[in-house]
């Protein structure tokens, strides 16, 4: 005859088979194998993990290896994730950024304080700092050409559509004016070598511009984060007023679509390979000395097959004078460009990178961003 315990796993594991609860509340990871007791929600392992964090709001337990009470159970069968979602997130705004598993632990517990312990979405003064549309603080910036991490002042403003830093606090000139319409960030803590790293860029003369910040609190820096996105959401609202906001939220930030050291031959194909840190933006493809550096040494757009495009595994036979075996060519309408990878998974995972972009129609825009490459890889 089966124990009370027994019927309890039983009990707990037909609720984790409902609607909503296949998939980890807070990142979307499938599979979740633990539950938060406390606020009803069935998480991932890693999620589990950044609750314990909470613990005056949250308590976890495994949901095959702890033991249950019946009144946990049956907590756990009125809640679920679809019912935390309702109660948790009424009005999360269209901008705000919602991590998912392949995110960074940073955005994935700020995340979850802004919705159980903050009750950002219930209570929407509480969405002041990234929202009103102008934030000033500080941030630690890394420099251009000492690499040090110095604290300067950033105030980003959505009525001048420009974020802007200044290299003292009582300086009436800005040192770099970044427009809201070309600006990019994305959480880097394993290349910036900290939790809270942000990188952001920006066009200057049509090359890109790196910029390298952290803030010791997490939220202050998620917070700069969003109101980046928040002030781009409005920007592209006002551009093109009649698309939907589901459309617009994909092109408010963006992550790389791959980074990863490759060496490279000049134009003529005749000098040694150089090792170079490279950054698959979007459509450019940059290449850098170092992978914190302010400017890539060179920039080449990445069109469609449409425009005579392609990527091919290997190098001519012609070709000498590289160490890593493992080749890549692009071959553009101007140029061939060469690539060697370290090892056979990197360059798969390169070609795939750039099949993704090749296969991809350009867009009226871009062709645009075309007559405007000057840079090329050298």
Request: charged share 25%; aromatic share 12%; proline share 4%.
């Amino acid at each position: 005859m089966a124990t009370d315990q027994e019927k309890n796993k039983h009990r707990l594991k037909q609720v984790l088979g409902k609607p909503g609860n296949g998939h980890c509340a807070d990142c979307g990871a499938a599979d979740p194998e633990w539950a938060s007791y406390t606020l009803g929600v069935f998480v991932c392992q890693s999620c589990s993990g950044l609750h314990r964090n909470i613990p005056q709001i949250s308590r976890v337990k495994s949901v095959l290896l702890d033991p249950w009470s019946s009144s946990e159970v049956e907590f756990m069968e009125s809640t679920g994730n679809n019912a935390a979602k309702v109660k948790f997130e009424q009005k999360v705004p269209a901008f705000y950024y919602q991590p998912t598993h392949t995110d960074c632990t940073l955005l994935r517990e700020q995340w979850i304080r802004a919705r159980y312990e903050r009750s950002e979405f219930v209570c929407v003064e509480r969405q002041e700092p990234y929202s009103a549309g102008y934030r000033e603080g500080f941030l630690w910036k890394r420099g251009r050409d000492n690499g040090q991490y110095l604290r300067r002042k950033f105030i980003l403003s959505e009525r001048e559509g420009i974020l802007k830093y200044f290299n003292k606090h009582d300086a009436r000139e800005p040192k770099a004016v970044m427009k809201i319409n070309t600006l990019n960030a994305t959480f880097q803590p394993t290349k910036i070598g900290n939790a809270h790293g942000l990188q952001i860029t920006y066009l200057k003369d049509n090359s890109t511009r790196n910029i390298f910040v952290y803030h010791e609190d997490g939220k202050e820096m998620v917070d700069w984060f969003n109101a980046i996105r928040a002030a781009r959401f409005h920007y592209l609202q006002v551009a093109f007023p009649g698309a939907q906001d589901a459309d617009l939220v994909s092109k408010l930030t963006r992550n790389y679509i791959k980074e990863g050291y490759m060496e490279k031959t000049g134009p003529k194909h005749t000098e040694g390979f150089k090792k170079r840190w490279f950054t698959m933006d979007d459509r450019r493809l940059m290449y850098f000395k170092d992978p914190l550096d302010a400017y890539a040494r060179g920039e080449v757009f990445i069109g469609s097959k449409e425009n005579s495009y392609t990527v091919l595994p290997g190098l001519p036979s012609s070709i000498q004078g590289y160490h890593w075996q493992f080749g890549i060519t692009i071959v553009t309408p101007d140029r061939k460009f060469l690539f060697t990878c370290e090892t056979e998974e990197e360059q798969r995972d390169w070609i795939a990178a750039f099949q993704s972009v090749v296969n991809r129609p350009m867009l009226p825009q871009e062709y645009a961003v075309v007559a405007h490459f000057s840079l090329k890889l050298m």
